[in-house]
């Protein structure tokens, strides 16, 4: 599992993440993962569980900021991979994620083998007890089963 203690590095006190400019955060050639925010984690370990259990290959992309996003650096992963996963902890329904989704398949329709899969919160309050918020939020599981779905399509 993915554990932030183990790839800490030192940051400058100078640092600045570059707006509109997303890092890939793993390499792969099966389908991209496009994130940004807590899910990022979550991304990450299944990417992990997947090469492990299906011997597939998730590019994971960490948007980093939203307004302006990284256009040419999300087409040339799924030009390379030909499948998009996006996933967020915002609702699907009307979410930023619906917003990458037709920017997706307006400008590299023609590089896509699959529908868009996208994985998000489910449209109702989120509750502040944990059973609530594992049943409203993405999960590890929920993004396990989408990307498997995703690959086998």
Known sequence: QYNSAESASVIPEDFEVPFGKARIRREGTDATLITYGNTLHFALNVAERIQKDLG???EVID???LV???EETVYASIRKTSKALIVHEDRVFGGFGAELAASIAKKAFRDLDAPIFRVGALSTPVGFHKCFELTTLPSEDKIYAAAKELLEY
């Open 63 to 65: 948007l980093r900021s």
């Open 68 to 70: 302006p996003w990284d």
């Open 56 to 58: 597939k290959s998730i």
